[in-house]
């Protein structure tokens, strides 16, 4: 018998996490490109590298970002001594956002900076959202570049995703704290439709549903800082969603 996959969905509560969410998904699909050895694999990988640049254009993503490590530091700390609490898993933690919060302030301007100094690697960004703008006519240095062993195009990608390598570990450890604090709760959708207002005196950044696929439903997420609401649409793939009236369940978790 085939165990049933659970989709998960996230849900940010506001912009700062918005971005996070965005940009620890360019960082994977970087990645999973860069592994690869194709030269379409690598023209993927290298707008993708884009992306993220433009996400972290943001002038106070650096500022945002050592924040939370400074916060997270400052509630792990107040930790310290609690019996029910690996003392040397905590320390590692507050290490790893120590070491994260001084290479981050030792970073000179945005996030990516160094890239947009590269004039081919930019001559590049400038046509690669044109349809067919990066053809050998048009750009043959990049051309010659993708006709090179894939180990070598491999190498410079990591070059080039070096500098940016801080941000995403930091960006990571933050999610993962996020998620990690949140506590999962079985809630059931009443005719499709749940609405749940949220505790007082608690900021929530994120929300979390599981829901099993072989209900063939996706949720419609609104939220504010005193109420969450989610509507589920049956999904048939190429057809329009349709809004769901079953009582259906689901897992929820909010995280702070």
């Given at each position: 018998m085939i165990a049933a996959v659970v989709i998960l969905y996230e849900y940010p509560f506001n912009e700062r996490i918005r971005t996070y969410l965005r940009l620890e998904q360019l960082f994977r699909r970087l990645a999973l490109l860069m592994a690869r050895d194709h030269p379409v694999d690598h023209h993927h990988a290298l707008a993708t590298l884009f992306e993220i640049i433009d996400v972290g254009a943001r002038a106070d993503l650096k500022s945002d970002v050592m924040?939370?490590?400074?916060?997270?530091?400052?509630?792990?700390?107040?930790?310290?001594?609690?019996?029910?609490?690996?003392?040397?898993l905590l320390q590692e933690v507050i290490d790893q956002l120590d070491a994260g919060y001084n290479a981050l302030h030792g970073q000179t301007g945005k996030a990516g900076q160094s890239l947009t100094d590269n004039d081919w690697l930019m001559s590049i960004r400038s046509r690669i959202a044109i349809p067919g703008g990066t053809c050998e006519f048009d750009l043959p240095a990049y051309?010659?570049?993708?006709?090179?062993?894939?180990?070598?195009?491999?190498?410079?990608?990591l070059r080039w995703v070096a500098p940016l390598g801080i941000l995403a570990d930091s960006i990571r450890l933050l999610l993962k704290l996020m998620r990690d604090a949140g506590s999962p709760q079985k809630?059931?959708?009443?005719?499709?439709?749940?609405?749940?207002?949220?505790?007082?005196?608690?900021?929530?950044?994120?929300?979390?549903?599981?829901?099993?696929?072989?209900?063939?439903?996706?949720?419609?997420?609104?939220?504010?800082?005193l109420m969450v609401a989610v509507r589920l649409m049956k999904h048939t793939p190429g057809e329009r969603l349709q809004a769901s009236h079953d009582d259906t369940p689901f897992e929820l978790t909010l995280c702070a």
């Open positions: 924040k939370d490590l400074e916060k997270q530091k400052s509630a792990l700390s107040a930790l310290r001594g609690n019996p029910a609490i690996s003392e040397d051309h010659a570049w993708q006709q090179i062993e894939p180990a070598q195009r491999q190498a410079d990608l809630v059931m959708a009443s005719g499709g439709q749940l609405q749940q207002t949220l505790p007082q005196g608690r900021t929530f950044q994120l929300m979390r549903l599981r829901i099993d696929s072989t209900l063939h439903l996706v949720p419609e997420i609104s939220g504010n800082r």
